[in-house]
């Protein structure tokens, strides 16, 4: 307990450990299904990712002394956005999608014309693992705790458009397969404030991280009802960069005389820079959400 009556962010001579459930949407600075072309002006189809439960746990402990300790988190995105559908009808005539590679060297396209139907498809994984360093610190009625280590990370992307020609054959296909697996420094930052002498207080988590890592990109296109076929591939060694942020309520329950639970909920939102969407290799991919966290100290 803090001198104002409110439970420390990590109580000295514990282990701690929790489970949050997340609800996140993922979001694209190029966010594209498909390209409707009418003889004036086009029009995008986005691809729509709802909001799905990700989780994330963690478990860590502390030293009685100094106040430093040791924390291992991990966290999960593993979701595919709903189906995009669209036939090229007169007036809405062509409909197709482009794929870019190589920083935008590279480019592919399925093509539905008059009574083709073009069929998109897109999903997205998203692994990471943070092992830190942590030191629990105060600042006038601020509790914190400090993290200083290495985050390991792997996302998967894919993408398919295929077109189907009036019989429901299949006659063009483009796919843009997108992963990157890598690792560097992390640095994150908890804070909490007691909102008087209760229980609950507020709750802000920030976090960045540079992580260096090696990059695949494979396009794949076929014509004319396999007629033609080809395969692009990229391969780069990239430094790319992420920030995340989380701002809630939490509140806290002493259960017998050393444990205590807490439970949390809070907005969060996280952005990946440079690590490529749907149809690119290098924008911005970002995720949103609410979360109920909930875990022990002992």
């Known amino acids: 307990w803090t ?3 409110c439970v420390s962010a990590l109580p000295a001579r514990r282990f701690y450990g929790g489970f949050e459930f ?9 966010n594209v299904a498909m390209i409707v072309d009418p003889p004036l002006g086009n029009t995008l189809t986005p691809f729509n990712y709802s909001a799905n439960l990700t989780p994330r746990v963690w478990l860590g402990g502390q030293s009685a002394v100094s106040g430093a300790g040791l924390r291992a988190t991990y966290w999960r995105f593993d979701e595919a956005a709903a189906e995009e559908r669209a ?20 480019s592919r396209n399925a093509y539905a014309d008059l009574g083709e139907t073009l069929v998109s498809n897109h999903s997205l994984m998203l692994h990471t693992l943070d092992f830190e360093g942590t030191q629990q ?6 509790q914190c705790l400090a993290g200083f280590g290495v985050r390991i990370a792997e996302m998967d992307q894919h993408l398919r458009g295929d077109v189907y020609d009036a019989t429901n054959s299949l006659w063009e296909v483009v796919t843009n397969d997108l992963s990157f697996q890598g690792a560097g420094p992390t640095v994150s930052l908890q804070i909490q404030r007691c909102l008087g002498n209760s229980r609950l207080s ?28 080809l395969i692009d591939v990229a391969e780069q060694t990239e430094v790319l960069s992420m920030g995340e942020m989380a701002l809630g309520l939490q509140y806290w329950q002493p259960i017998g005389p050393r444990a205590q639970i807490f439970v949390r909920g809070n ?3 996280q952005a ?12 911005t991919v970002a995720f949103s959400g609410i979360g109920l966290a909930t875990g022990m100290l002992y």
């Open 272 to 283: 990946w820079f440079d690590v490529g969407g749907p149809v690119d290799s290098h924008s």
């Open 87 to 106: 036939t090229a009808v007169a007036g809405a005539t062509p409909v197709y999608l482009f794929v870019y590679g190589a920083g935008g060297n590279l």
């Open 267 to 269: 907005y969060e939102c």
């Open 202 to 229: 507020v709750f802000n988590g920030l976090r960045g991280a540079l992580l260096l890592s090696d990059a695949h990109q494979g396009i794949y296109e076929m014509k004319d009802g396999f007629a033609n076929e």
């Open 137 to 142: 610190f105060s600042m006038a009625s601020l």
């Open 22 to 30: 997340l609800w996140m949407r993922a979001h694209f600075d190029q």
């Open 3 to 5: 001198s104002s009556g």
